[in-house]
């Protein structure tokens, strides 16, 4: 801990009762005059210490205050969530009445004063006394005109709308969706005013949503150009005189596996039998390293943006595509240079050891995973075609099935929950919505990447040494015991006490794989855990079950990866850590992390803009659904493509419905009809907008006397939000999107 954390650290012990200045530092002589007022100076800024009217000093919960993220509702209203340190249980959200925000916008940090009272439904009231930190500048809206003034609307009615002077216009036009940096907040005097930053079309498009999305989040479709050129000046033939001493593996046979519609292809597999009868595992990377050095342009804005961001038919690169899918790609049947893990794993699935090195490879064929799964399932026209590798593929599925049968023996939870693919026509629009189900061939992949990515972060750990780790820590109880009362209707018993205690979770998986009825768990049980990060010091992966856990697979469309590389090839140098490459790690984790959140958004809600203006073909149709989460405001209904709607609380006539948070229900008070998570549903299609990603559903004729629960939870359980997709399986994937499917065929659900 640094010596200004240090003294900030005493000063909050000490002041849990108000305390002069002069008291203060009595009671801290080795601290400076100066020293000291700095440190007060930013716990006060930060909402942590408060000086009331006498000028005594004393943490802010002494005073009645809190700190907290500050929550806009659409209306008046809003809430504030509470920070919390980690590992205490989480406090309840406070309400926010109108008009005592203090200025406050969405997802600004705030220091709040709390009331005696309490709102309609029980929750602790605060007022809002100062904005700690603005959640940042710059929002998307339309831009309208109304007489010689200008305003932005916010798509989101969350914020206020914001005045432009005409000399702040730029080349937006009236009707355009726009970006605007806000150059005052607003008070009780002027409104807030901005500065247009970007003309990102036509509003009410789904063009401009899309523009709006990737603008929001900071994601950017093009390179500096300074970037451009770095990349374009790189040749795109291995010089191998200028490669260095690697180790030379272009005889080996190497091969990728990837999706149909994949460009780049960073990894490459092989297997060899060894003498003593254990196998050599091959995985080897692109050497995205050697191209891309240690603050240039290419690497400062690979930095930046974290991570490839993909969505239908598109990708936003990490690095140009002269890297991407040019000279760090490894394409078959030329020379690349690649960092290889090669482990040596008997047939049991067991690793004895790894080394690492530099490499050069020549792969032998661009497979895909249609391919290796046809050829595993025997299709000989395929099997005559690659009869050069038929017997290694077999071989590494065997080896993958012995892998994935260790890796669930020691208790990693089997989290593969189908995410709908969103299919598109070389327009670029959307023919199709369908899950894919994993085959052999991916299940392969995923255990080999696994193992290197084990295999590093074991070797950089027990050596001390830094790099960026994917640590991902224990669930919550309190969010286990949510999830044990969900499950408990299907016969399961899960101690939430127990975390760390996978195989009860597994039994729920196995359970769910099987029965229909219980597919909504493994949804449930994902939304309990915690969301894997990146971090600078090794604290396991809980999903996995893995004490040592890194990416190193994937450096051309993740930033971490790449750190993993440079980190262990200066390991395996001898080269000299410094403080520099600790603070590098530290700094690269947190923005990876950041980065990856970023790209999470943009593809979850660029998909549902895909999804609406598929489905909207279908207004007026009729389909099976289940109840996928419950508000005041109404209930989202899932049909089985994925697709996910409204179902508006006014709709639900026959009966007066209450809302009952703890429970996550509605209820209605004269029948007793209870919707619940897993609730099936008859639905009708009433509306969707490409614009807004906005589905919305209504009972069909004669659906709701039919409504039952079949996981209910019990009393005094609190709620969970509507379950999604596994969109962190997606991103593991990583690979190109789109593609194209003839005819159209609605998503109806089979009874199961």
């Not at 709308?161 to 726009?178: K, S, W």
């Not at 490459?268 to 050497?287: C, E, M, R, T």
Request: net charge neutral.
């Amino acid at each position: 801990m640094q010596q200004d954390d240090m003294l900030e650290s005493r000063l909050l012990s000490l002041l849990i009762q108000p305390m002069r200045i002069d008291e203060i530092r009595h009671a801290l002589p080795e601290a400076g005059k100066r020293e000291l007022k700095d440190a007060l100076d930013r716990l006060i800024a930060d909402g942590r210490v408060m000086k009331n009217k006498k000028n005594r000093f004393a943490v802010s919960a002494h005073y009645g205050c809190v700190t907290g993220t500050y929550l806009a509702t659409e209306r008046a209203f809003g809430f504030v969530t509470p920070d919390v340190a980690e590992g205490e249980p989480k406090p309840d959200d406070l309400f926010i009445p109108p008009n005592a925000s203090g200025g406050a916008w969405h997802g600004d940090r705030v220091l709040v004063k709390l009331t005696e009272r309490k709102n309609g439904r029980g929750r602790r009231e605060a007022t809002v006394l100062r904005v700690l930190q603005r959640a940042g500048n710059e929002l998307t809206g339309a831009l309208v005109q109304r007489g010689n003034a200008y305003f932005v609307q916010p798509t989101s009615k969350k914020y206020p709308e914001i005045t432009i002077d005409r000399h702040n216009l730029g080349d937006a036009r009236v009707g355009d969706r726009v970006a605007v940096s806000v150059s005052h907040y607003g008070d009780e005097k002027i409104m807030p005013q901005g500065v247009i930053q970007a003309d990102l079309g036509e509003d009410g498009t789904m063009e401009a949503s899309i523009a709006a999305i990737l603008h929001e989040n900071a994601v950017f479709d093009f390179f500096p150009d300074e970037v451009l050129q770095q990349a374009d000046a790189i040749p795109q033939a291995v010089d191998l005189s200028a490669a260095g001493d690697r180790l030379d593996l272009r005889d080996k046979l190497i091969f990728t596996i990837d999706g149909d519609d994949a460009k780049d292809f960073d990894d490459a597999v092989s297997l060899d039998l060894l003498d003593n009868g254990h196998y050599l595992l091959g995985v080897h990377i692109a050497d995205v390293s050697h191209y891309v050095t240690p603050g240039s342009p290419l690497d400062q804005e690979a930095y930046r943006r974290g991570t490839s961001v993909y969505y239908p038919g598109h990708v936003v690169p990490m690095l140009p595509f002269a890297l991407s899918h040019g000279i760090c790609s490894l394409n078959p049947d030329v020379d690349r240079l690649t960092f290889s893990a090669l482990m040596e794993v008997d047939k049991d699935g067991r690793r004895y050891g790894a080394k690492f090195a530099k490499s050069v490879i020549r792969s032998k064929a661009r497979m895909t995973y249609n391919k290796v799964n046809r050829i595993l399932a025997g299709d000989q026209t395929l099997r005559g075609e690659y009869a050069f590798l038929v017997q290694t593929a077999e071989k590494m599925n065997e080896l993958a099935h012995a892998l994935y049968k260790r890796r669930i023996e020691r208790g990693a939870l089997e989290l593969d929950i189908p995410e709908a693919q969103i299919r598109v026509d070389e327009n670029g629009q959307p023919v199709a919505i369908q899950f894919r189900d994993r085959g052999e061939s991916e299940k392969l992949i995923e255990e080999f990447m696994l193992q290197a990515n084990e295999a590093v972060a074991e070797y950089m750990c027990k050596r001390g040494q830094p790099t960026v780790y994917r640590v991902h820590e224990n669930p919550d109880p309190e969010k286990l015991r949510v999830f044990a009362q969900f499950a408990r209707p299907f016969g399961y018993r899960i101690d939430p006490s127990k975390p760390e205690d996978t195989f009860q979770f597994q039994t729920v998986l196995r359970g769910a794989k099987n029965d229909p009825r219980q597919r909504i768990l493994p949804t449930l049980l994902l939304r309990s855990l915690a969301r894997a990060r990146y971090a600078d010091e090794c604290i396991g992966h809980y999903g996995l079950k893995a004490k040592f856990y890194l990416h190193f697979t994937s450096p051309i469309r993740r930033y971490p990866d790449l750190v993993a590389h440079r980190m262990l090839q200066k390991s395996l140098t001898g080269e000299a850590f410094t403080a520099a490459d600790e603070n590098w790690c530290e700094d690269a984790a947190s923005q990876s992390t950041t980065r990856e959140q970023a790209a999470d958004n943009c593809e979850r809600d660029i998909d549902k803009l895909y999804i609406a203006a598929y489905m909207k073909q279908f207004i007026g149709e009729e389909f099976d659904a289940e109840v996928s989460g419950v508000q005041a405001f109404g209930v989202f209904a899932a049909l089985e493509n994925g697709c996910e709607g409204l179902i508006r609380i006014e709709l639900l006539t026959g009966d007066y419905y209450q809302y009952d948070e703890q429970h996550m229900a509605l209820t209605g008070r004269h029948t007793g009809k209870r919707f619940t998570i897993g609730t099936p549903i008859r639905v009708k299609l009433i509306a969707a907008s490409e614009v807004t990603g906005q589905i919305d559903f209504a009972p069909a004729e004669g659906a709701l006397p039919v409504a039952e629960v079949l996981a209910m939870a019990p009393e005094d359980e609190p709620g969970l939000s509507a379950p999604r997709g596994n969109r962190a399986q997606r991103r593991r994937q990583g690979k190109g999107r789109g593609g194209s499917r003839k005819g159209k065929k609605p998503p109806t659900r089979k009874r199961r």
